[in-house]
Nanobody
């Protein structure tokens, strides 16, 4: 069983930055994928960024060059640094981990608005 806890999120102005974190409890190995999805109002949940192992990361085209995912395996924690935020980044962000099945965090609201 895995639990994902994701504090953070909040309101930020366009062009601003935010750092999300997600701590996993339970059995998670460095080889297990961990990452972030988001869901904006009226839209489907979409992959934002994911990390697999120590070297593999994938990003949605819409966030490439602006968001950076990283992982501290000793702490079972995944981070996402979000820079140059845009209003279209406004969404509920969900932490994700894959082990025996998919696990999801409770979600955290990120609002980009002036």
């Amino acid at each position: 069983q895995v639990q994902l806890v994701e504090p953070g999120g909040g309101l930020v102005q366009p062009g601003g930055s935010l750092r999300l974190s997600c701590a996993a409890s339970g059995t998670i190995f460095s080889s297990n994928p961990m990452g972030w999805y988001r869901q904006a109002p009226g839209k489907q949940r979409e992959l934002v960024a994911i990390t697999i192992g120590d070297d593999t990361t994938n990003y949605a085209d819409s966030v490439k060059g602006r968001f950076t995912i990283s992982r501290d395996n000793a702490k079972n924690t995944v981070y996402m640094q979000e820079n140059s935020l845009k209003p279209e980044d406004t969404a509920v962000y969900y932490c994700y981990a894959l082990n025996d099945r998919s696990y999801w965090g409770q979600g955290t609201q990120v609002t980009v608005s002036s």
